[in-house]
């Protein structure tokens, strides 16, 4: 039976789910879980996902993976049931952070430019009867591991929490781009969205699209309504393709894949940035400018790229090759192609 029967039960415990329970399992099988939670699924919007895995369950919301570990009348049975939970993390993940949940306080009313992305976790940690919780990193994810710690509670809870580690991680906002972008991404203010829309647009760097890419349910849903404008060409149909883009991070297919569908891709920008490199070049009788040849530096795929003046410089990229998966390939001895 599972402790959470849905996202009331954790942010609100009803009166049905006091019964004592401790889920049946060694520390050894809970870090087992919790490792494997970190490729879970992510809900659209703000539904949440029912799992099992390994024999325990838990739920997925837009935020975070949540496996509960107890609900317990005896708050000593808790402890020594998290014990040697906690004592094993430490020695399978490193060092153990602290997160002061009563730090941030910030809710739907804060203004989006002031609002503390820690504030979320936060509220779902103070929501377990919590006010700090303690969390260790699994690659770009936190697993962060609530207990209830005011006494005299009627019920102790335990649960193992899994999220982005941009969402607790007490750095320097330069060191955590993905959570800036992120928290630009969400403000719902036009030059905002637009500024980390063009960042992402240009990175390929996987530490701030990765984690940004779990997010896409709800950045599409925060972006929905805000009215991008845009001169010559959308801003609106840009953010489409930048959105679009995150979704290629998950799918695993190279960023190469997404050229062909924009034509604001600069083939010397792309080159300086090390996502390809121009290879050759072809006349074009109906361009000022020859059509160059762009190899992907990820996968090795290559395009014949077509440069155009219309209001504005654009640049069409026809693929030449398939992309491909794997590891990158470095190529040298470099011939020109011909159409
Ligand atoms: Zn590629």
Redo the contacts with the bound molecule.
């Keep these: 039976m599972s402790l959470m029967q849905d996202a009331s039960s954790l942010a609100e415990p009803d009166e049905a789910d006091e019964a004592d329970e401790i889920i049946q399992a060694t520390a050894e099988q809970v870090l087992a879980v919790v490792e494997q939670m970190v490729d879970l699924p992510w809900p659209e919007g703000d539904e949440w996902l029912e799992w099992r895995l390994d024999g325990l369950e838990g739920t997925t919301s837009y935020l975070m993976h949540v496996l509960p570990l107890a609900s317990h009348s005896d708050a000593a049975a808790v402890a020594t049931f998290i014990a040697p939970v906690a004592a094993l993390a430490d020695q399978r993940w490193g060092a153990r952070h602290h997160f002061d949940a009563s730090r941030f306080t910030d809710t739907a009313a804060t203004p989006a430019a002031k609002y503390d992305l820690r504030s979320a976790p936060a509220a779902l940690v103070r929501s377990l009867d919590a006010e700090s919780a303690i969390w260790w990193r699994l690659g770009t994810d936190a697993a962060l591991l609530v207990v209830s710690s005011v006494p005299g509670l009627q019920l102790n809870k335990a649960a193992f929490m899994v999220l982005s580690s941009s969402w607790l991680a007490d750095e320097a906002p330069d060191e955590a781009p993905s959570a800036l972008l992120l928290a630009d991404l969400l403000s719902g203010e036009k030059d905002r969205i637009i500024s980390a829309m063009w960042e992402v647009f240009a990175t390929r760097d996987r530490e701030i699209l990765v984690p940004l890419a779990r997010y896409l349910p709800k950045i599409r849903q925060a972006t929905a309504d805000v009215e991008l404008g845009g001169m010559l060409a959308s801003q609106r149909s840009n953010l489409e393709h930048v959105l679009d883009r995150l979704g290629l991070v998950s799918s695993g297919?190279?960023?190469?894949?997404a050229y062909p569908a924009h034509q604001f891709y600069d083939p010397k920008k792309e080159e300086g940035r090390q996502?390809?490199r121009i290879v050759g070049t072809v006349p074009n009788q109906q361009q000022w400018e020859p059509d160059r040849i762009c190899e992907?530096?990820?996968?090795?795929?290559r395009f014949q790229v077509e440069q155009g003046e219309y209001h504005y410089t654009w640049w069409k990229w026809r693929p030449l090759t398939a992309?491909?998966s794997g590891r990158a390939r470095r190529r040298s001895g470099v011939k020109r192609e011909r159409r």
């Design positions: 297919a190279c960023l190469c894949a996502h390809v992907c530096c990820d996968c090795g795929a992309p491909r």
